[in-house]
T-cell receptor, first 114, second 109 residues
Framework: EAGVAQSPRYKIIEKRQSVAFWCNPI?????LYWYQQILGQGPKLLIQ????????DSQLPKDRFSAERLKGVDSTLKIQPAKLEDSAVYLC????????????FGQGTRLTVV | QKEVEQNSGPLSVPEGAIASLNCTYS??????FFWYRQYSGKSPELIMF????GDKEDGRFTAQLNKASQYVSLLIRDSQPSDSATYLC?????????FGPGTRLSVLP
C-alpha cells in the first residue's frame, strides 16, 4: 500500500513570496490533515478535510494560508505572502475516516523563509 | 482549548532500562489516545493506540491509560539506542488529532 505522498521535500523562499505544497493521501482515506511543525514542537493542525469538505480550519491563518482538496483526493496548501515565522515542516496526514483510526503521515515539506 | 501536555525532556536512560513517558490531556471526554515516534528529520510514525482504561502491551511497548486522572503513559522496556527519538502523544478530540510537544528520549549505550 502506497503511503502519503508530499512534494516538494524542501523549499527555500524569500519573505513575501508565495509557495504551494501538494499532498496525495493513501487511497481510500477520507480524512486529510495539514499540520505545521516548528522545530522542537509538536505538530499543530492547520486544516482538516473530510472528503472535499473542511472539518476544522480554526488554526489556519486565513489571511495568508489557503488549502483545497479537489475531488476529495489530492490537496494543496498555499502560503501567500510568506513570513519568516512560517519556516517549519508542513506535514500532510490521512486517515480512513477521522474517527478512532490512526493518521498516517507523509515525509513532510521543510520550508525555509529567508 | 484542548491541550495535550508532555515533558519536553530530554529523558536519558541507559540501554536495557525502562523508559517511562507521560502525557496529560485537558478534555475528559476524549476517547482515543495515540503514541507516535518521530526520529530527527523524519515524519511521525504510530507506535500504539489505546482506547480503554488500563494497560495495552505490544512487544517492548506498554501504553497505560487512566481516564479519571486524564493521564496516558508509554513504557519502553529493554530500551535500545535505536529507541532514541521524540515521542509524541496525540489525543483524538472529536475528529481532530491534537499533539503534545513531544518528549525527547535518549538511550545511552
Amino acid at each position: 500500500e502506497a503511503g502519503v505522498a508530499q512534494s516538494p521535500r524542501y523549499k527555500i523562499i524569500e519573505k513575501r513570496q508565495s509557495v504551494a505544497f501538494w499532498c496525495n493521501p493513501i487511497s481510500g482515506h477520507a480524512t486529510l490533515y495539514w499540520y505545521q511543525q516548528i522545530l522542537g514542537q509538536g505538530p499543530k493542525l492547520l486544516i482538516q478535510f473530510q472528503n472535499n469538505g473542511v472539518v476544522d480550519d480554526s488554526q489556519l491563518p486565513k489571511d495568508r494560508f489557503s488549502a483545497e482538496r479537489l475531488k476529495g483526493v489530492d490537496s494543496t496548501l498555499k502560503i501567500q505572502p510568506a513570513k519568516l515565522e512560517d519556516s517549519a515542516v508542513y506535514l500532510c496526514a490521512s486517515s480512513l475516516w477521522g474517527g478512532n483510526t490512526e493518521a498516517f503521515f507523509g515525509q513532510g515539506t521543510r520550508l525555509t523563509v529567508v | 482549548q484542548k491541550e495535550v501536555e508532555q515533558n519536553s525532556g530530554p529523558l536519558s536512560v541507559p540501554e536495557g532500562a525502562i523508559a517511562s513517558l507521560n502525557c496529560t490531556y485537558s478534555d475528559r471526554g476524549s476517547q482515543s489516545f495515540f503514541w507516535y515516534r518521530q526520529y530527527s528529520g523524519k515524519s511521525p510514525e504510530l507506535i500504539m493506540f489505546i482506547y480503554s482504561n488500563g494497560d495495552k502491551e505490544d512487544g517492548r511497548f506498554t501504553a497505560q491509560l487512566n481516564k479519571a486522572s486524564q493521564y496516558v503513559s508509554l513504557l519502553i522496556r529493554d530500551s535500545q539506542p535505536s529507541d532514541s527519538a521524540t515521542y509524541l502523544c496525540a489525543v483524538l478530540y472529536g475528529q481532530n488529532f491534537v499533539f503534545g510537544p513531544g518528549t525527547r528520549l535518549s538511550v545511552l549505550p
